[in-house]
């Protein structure tokens, strides 16, 4: 039951607007750092550029996918109207202020310092301010999703939560608590900064406080993603989930594991003892269980929907499948990304393999494969499989989404897996331009050239993509029936309460939060005489 | 369906869990915080409890060691950013009454008519760390040591803010424009040469640096060649040096030529 | 919901099997994450690959007065035990020596922080990788094997110069490096 169609779809086309603007930032600085193109006369450019992509792409696109996508999930799934339809309104407003509050002084120069902000570089105030309001416009977002799941348990005492609605507030919860990390780094460190109430910074307690939230944003980024996976695929291709419960403990596990890891950022700073790197550590690769646990699920509930198509033998259901359903095309090549850019993963979070990569053009390649691939394509595949029961209208282009995710899929292979190999190379990351006469340089300079011919065939599937979505408001109106999500094939008959319920997980992400994070903060904000004077940029010429 | 259980925390799933959680942090903080820094051969530890603090990110002081020390005067100047970003009127006034003494060869209102550098609009930053060098004798000069070593602090502030103050030479606007050499858009990356402009002002600015539009090109040239050689070494920890040494003459002309061609300061001074 | 209960029997019977083969599953890829945990400590203790073992913290803007990082203290110097120590400054658009010199096959420390922001510091061709942060010390044991040079880019953001922050690394034999430090006391091949 879609009661609140324009709510949702303002998330929606606010969320690929300012993905279409941003794609092309990236496509240009793909372009004018390679040997393609001459270098460019103000570099400035190029770091202004590079702080909008980021800005965009990783606190306004996703932050609104996942907002519009769990509105949609909350009134499908527990099939009840939105409670507190004004507040998402305000919620949604507030993130496009902060979005364009941040994106002024972005854009005049004035907030060079990249998405990840780097202090003790301080740009002008209102960037920092924009992504606040941002931030606080989705926290009303994880506040309706409590209340609407709260709301619903009691009106539905004995029935198990839905597994959509059980995940979508994982993900808020979560997104809740590790958006503190980068609020206590802006509101306690940079903002102060920034405005002229202090003039130094701690900049090792800064880059603790963003780790806190850089790494589980991912997973927050990730959910929707694997929402579909669990709760869209399966339906979409005419199979059933394999397992209700193990889906419940993935998500379970995204809400423990993925907040307390976020260290692993720092294995080469300086500030942090040893011994909680190594705790980081081994709680990241305790975050790879999930993924590898969603493997298996997938697969298995993929190959049922071949086996009930009528696929025989070990692979016969493979041929059995429906690959001219886009959403089928769209979660292969999630996988196939997902496969590479986990093992990438895998690489960084081990202590001895990261120095090797840490901070290369690597990094870059391997977080825009997992992201920009294995994520952004399953939010493709997300708008396709729900437009038409917001629109009212059907996407009948089936064959133009399948080239637009086709395109997606080949242009992020071309253009991560040359950047993963300038990476080993040693390359370094964030520069506007190279030297690429160098003869230590002049390796590097067929890949990245192959990056930026990736980096255009993916604006040509953007484009393909709101064309696919520009043509359905177009299309002639269709009643879609009622919006489902997948069955299990053994649907729960009893769960126990803890998979019912998200109490005990955010007690323990909370708590090892304190154990990974509260002794190494506690040591820093102890530390006498670390703050160190601001590096104002952007300011007097 | 239903649901079993009520409360969580009464549940016997959730106090396995949560067990299983307590026992997992303790057996990996136990290998990370005692037994690596145990067993690892390269950790400089007086003893377990040291271990474990240096593993577990207790800060220390570095060991005293005797550094080489220097043959030249270095320059004592802490650099702050906030270091004189605001001027008050009267230090500003009592700064025109010390720059009397200036305009001999910085020029009544701050443009230079004898190749020395034009102070007006010049960042206080800048001016104040440099008259801080020839008093300390970081830098010299024969006309300017003399100069400074009169000057109080506070002085150096007020005569500083003053030229601060001053407007910059306005951009020659009737001469068509002047497309900067690579060296100074761009500099020379592996050569560790970055564009002029990200730390003396026309892109960002890095405290201290000064502004150099406008400025006499023979000034600019003396001053690189300078710092190439070594012969002025006031620059906190090489910074300038390192970027000049790596300069051929041919690009120390090109800037300087096209820094001083980017003002009126050009016909001005005839030049 | 009608064919998921057509058989209560069948249907115990093939949720078991289901359950068994992913509890399977959990299992393997718990023990691939076992695995990964004990080949990361295992290479920490014998590879001494780990990352800096203590946090040592100095004040950034004094620098250039006094202290071990002052310029004529810094690039590469030969200790009594005969291992190396090099003390390298990166700042805002360099890292002071330019050029650093060191020898093969004799045990290095290298001793680096920034006076400004923080900045990346990385060794192209080797493995040495690390970050030097306003207010801290990175202290890093490496050691050569090969004469040759290698570029030393800063990789982390530090302003609109970063891309021109490239520094060197002259790797020469242990003997000539020996013949240099007679001479002088702290060794760098800025020309």
């Not at chain 1, 709760?231 to 907040?259: C, W």
């Not at chain 2, 020390?69 to 970003?85: G, N, Q, R, Y």
């Not at chain 2, 830098?139 to 040591?145: D, L, P, Q, Y």
């Amino acid at each position: 039951m879609l009661t609140n169609k324009r709510l949702i779809l303002a998330h929606f086309w606010l969320a690929f607007s300012v993905f279409g603007l941003a794609i092309l930032l990236g496509a240009w600085q793909m372009l004018i750092r390679s040997p393609l193109h001459a270098w460019i006369s103000n570099p400035e450019w190029y770091y202004r550029s590079l702080t909008a992509h980021g800005t965009v792409m990783g606190y306004v696109f996703p932050t609104l996918v996942a907002m519009g996508f769990g509105y949609a999930i909350s009134e499908t799934s527990l099939n009840q109207p939105l409670i507190g339809r004004r507040w998402a309104w305000a919620g949604f407003w507030l993130v496009l202020i902060g979005a364009v509050t941040a994106m002024v002084p972005v854009s005049l120069g004035l907030a060079s310092v990249l998405y990840t902000f780097y202090p003790p570089m301080i740009g002008n105030p209102f960037y920092y301010i924009g992504v606040v309001l941002v931030v606080v416009g989705s926290w009303i977002w994880v506040a309706l999703m409590s209340i609407n799941l709260a709301a619903w348990k009691r009106a539905n005492p004995d029935k198990p939560v839905p597994l959509a609605m059980f995940a979508n507030v994982a993900g808020s919860y979560l997104w809740a608590w590790t958006a503190v990390g980068a609020a206590l780094e802006l509101l306690l460190q940079i903002i102060p900064a920034a405005i002229g109430l202090t003039s130094t910074i701690d900049a090792g307690l800064s880059r603790v406080f963003f780790s806190w939230t850089l790494h589980a944003i991912v997973y927050f980024w990730l959910i929707p993603a694997y929402i579909a996976y669990y709760t869209i695929v399966p339906r979409a291709i005419g199979g059933k989930v394999y397992s209700d419960a193990m889906a419940r403990i993935a998500f379970i596990l995204f809400l423990v594991v993925s907040m307390p890891i976020g260290m692993h950022h720092t294995f080469a700073d300086p500030q942090v003892g040893a011994g909680f790197k190594f705790i980081h550590s081994a709680f990241t690769a305790l975050v790879a269980i999930p993924t590898l646990l969603t493997v298996f699920t997938i697969c298995a509930s993929v190959e049922i929907a071949g086996r009930l198509r009528g696929g025989k033998g070990p692979f016969g259901w493979i041929a059995a499948l429906p690959w001219d359903n886009p959403i089928m095309l769209a979660v292969t090549f999630s996988f196939i990304m997902l496969g590479f850019g986990g093992a990438g993963g895998l690489i960084n979070m081990s202590y001895q393999l990261d120095a090797t990569i840490h901070n290369t053009q690597w990094i870059t390649g391997h977080f825009h494969l997992i992201f920009g691939g294995a994520i952004v394509i399953m939010y493709f595949a997300i708008a396709y499989d729900l437009w038409p029961h917001l629109t009212g209208r059907q996407l009948t282009n089936l064959r133009l989404m399948r080239t637009q995710l086709w395109l997606w899929f080949i242009g992020m292979i071309v253009t991560t897996f040359p950047w993963h190999w300038v990476g080993i190379l040693g390359m370094p990351r964030r520069m506007a331009y190279y030297d690429y006469t160098n003869a230590a340089l002049e390796p590097t300079a067929l890949s990245v050239s192959i990056s930026v011919v990736g980096a255009f065939i993916l604006v040509i599937s953007a484009i393909l993509f709101f064309v696919v979505l520009l043509e359905g408001q177009r299309a002639p109106r269709e009643n879609a029936g009622p919006y489902r999500f997948s069955m299990a094939v053994h649907p729960p008959v009893t769960l126990p309460a803890v998979l019912n319920g998200h109490a005990l997980w955010v007690t323990l992400m909370v708590g090892l939060t304190i154990t990974n994070y509260g002794f190494p903060v506690y040591e820093l904000v102890t530390r006498s005489g670390m703050s160190v004077p601001a590096i104002y940029v952007g300011g007097e010429r | 369906m239903s649901v079993r259980g009520n409360s969580i925390f009464r549940d016997r799933w959730a106090i396995r869990c949560i067990a299983l959680t307590a026992v997992l942090f303790v057996a990996i903080a136990f290998i990370g915080l005692v037994l690596l820094p145990l067993l690892q051969p390269n950790v400089k530890a007086a003893g377990l409890w040291d271990a474990i603090c240096s593993a577990a990110g207790i800060a220390r002081k570095p060991t005293n060691t005797t550094p080489v020390a220097p043959d030249f005067k270095i320059s004592s100047v802490v650099v702050t950013p906030e270091m004189l970003d605001t001027a008050d009127a009267q230090s500003i006034g009592r700064g025109a009454t010390l720059a009397h003494q200036c305009a001999i060869c910085h020029g009544p209102a701050g443009f230079s008519r004898a190749d020395s550098p034009n102070l007006s609009g010049q960042y206080a930053s800048a001016i104040y760390k440099q008259l801080k060098d020839f008093q300390s004798g970081a830098r010299s000069n024969a006309i300017m040591t003399p100069f400074a070593a009169k000057l109080t602090d506070q002085d150096m502030i007020d005569v500083a803010s003053y030229y601060a103050y001053l407007p910059r030479l306005p951009e020659d606007r009737t001469r068509q424009v002047i497309v900067a050499p690579q060296i100074v858009s761009n500099g020379a990356p592996l050569r560790n040469i970055p564009p002029c402009g990200s730390c003396h002002g026309s892109i960002d600015h890095k405290v201290g640096s000064p502004w150099l539009q406008g400025q006499p090109a023979a000034y600019i040239k003396a001053q690189l060649q300078a710092f190439a050689r070594g012969q002025r070494n006031n620059d906190i920890s090489q910074q300038m040096r390192n970027i000049a040494r790596q300069m051929t003459p041919q690009e120390i002309d090109e800037a300087a030529r096209y820094y001083s061609s980017l003002s009126q300061s050009a016909q001005l001074t005839g030049r | 919901m009608t064919d998921e209960t057509s058989s209560t029997h069948n249907h115990s019977r093939s949720a078991d099997v289901a359950a068994r083969i992913e509890r399977r599953w959990a299992i393997v890829a718990i023990a691939v994450i076992a695995l990964i945990a004990v080949m990361a400590a295992y290479g920490g203790i014998h590879r001494a690959t780990m990352p800096q073992t203590q946090v040592e913290t100095i004040d950034p803007t004094t620098l250039h007065l006094n202290g071990e990082f002052i310029e004529s203290n810094l690039g590469s110097a030969i200790e009594p035990n005969g291992s190396v120590t090099v003390r390298v400054v990166g700042q805002q658009y360099s890292f002071t020596p330019q050029c650093i010199l060191v020898p093969t096959d004799t045990p290095i420390t290298i001793r680096a922080t920034s006076p400004d922001v923080v900045h990346g510091f990385l060794i192209e061709g080797t493995n040495i990788n690390t970050m030097l942060v306003p207010g801290y010390i990175s202290d890093l044991p490496v050691q050569f094997n090969k004469p040759g040079e290698h570029l030393m880019p800063c990789h982390e953001f530090c302003g609109v110069g970063h891309e021109g922050m490239w520094g060197k690394v002259k790797v020469i034999d242990k003997f000539d490096f020996l013949q240099l430090s007679t001479k002088e006391r702290r060794l760098n091949c800025v020309d």
